[in-house]
């Protein structure tokens, strides 16, 4: 594909364009169902906000579209589980998918560190998606560490 606009450029963009293959996981499941309709809006919605936030001048309207975005990549991973769970799809078939919505969202986190002045918010960085447990431990130490700020801004 020849690059004629900036979101082009972006590994992400064409990280979230390459996801676009999960249409052939899709075909592949029959009839129709929530979480398969959703699965194709959010995997197309991934894309279109990569490059509708590229395209804004305002660091605060680019995080926002970007933050969109990473919240659709979240939604295809959950759509996954649940055809999963129902039994729709095997889950080595969404192995490949979920490894590469991680790969995304950790790409749209870099720019959100870049964009965002919310970007201590966010939750998701590339160890996250490691271990149920160490996922455990992250959020007991995020409880501890909203406490502490509650605390703090209680103080004041």
């Given at each position: 594909?020849k690059?004629?606009f900036?979101?082009?450029k972006?590994?992400?963009?064409q990280e979230?364009?390459?996801?676009?293959?999960v249409?052939?996981?899709?075909n592949d499941i029959?009839?129709k169902g929530?979480a398969k309709?959703?699965?194709?809006?959010?995997?197309t919605?991934?894309?279109?906000n990569?490059?509708e936030g590229n395209?804004?001048?305002s660091?605060?309207?680019?995080?926002?579209f970007?933050?969109?975005?990473r919240?659709?990549?979240?939604e295809?991973?959950?759509c996954?589980d649940?055809l999963?769970?129902?039994k729709?799809?095997s889950?080595?078939?969404?192995?490949p998918?979920k490894?590469?919505?991680?790969?995304?969202?950790?790409?749209?986190?870099?720019?959100l560190?870049r964009?965002?002045g919310?970007?201590?918010?966010l939750r998701?960085e590339?160890?996250?998606?490691s271990?149920?447990?160490?996922?455990e431990?992250?959020?007991?130490h995020?409880?501890?560490q909203?406490?502490?700020?509650?605390?703090e801004q209680?103080?004041?």
């Amino acid at each position: 594909m020849k690059t004629c606009f900036d979101h082009e450029k972006l590994d992400v963009y064409q990280e979230s364009i390459a996801f676009c293959w999960v249409g052939d996981l899709l075909n592949d499941i029959a009839g129709k169902g929530a979480a398969k309709d959703q699965l194709d809006r959010a995997s197309t919605s991934l894309p279109l906000n990569i490059a509708e936030g590229n395209g804004k001048f305002s660091t605060a309207d680019r995080a926002r579209f970007l933050e969109i975005a990473r919240g659709s990549a979240l939604e295809c991973a959950a759509c996954l589980d649940v055809l999963t769970v129902r039994k729709l799809i095997s889950l080595e078939r969404i192995i490949p998918a979920k490894e590469q919505l991680v790969r995304i969202v950790y790409m749209l986190m870099g720019m959100l560190k870049r964009f965002s002045g919310r970007a201590e918010f966010l939750r998701e960085e590339e160890a996250s998606y490691s271990s149920e447990h160490e996922h455990e431990q992250e959020h007991e130490h995020e409880h501890e560490q909203e406490q502490e700020h509650e605390h703090e801004q209680e103080q004041e």
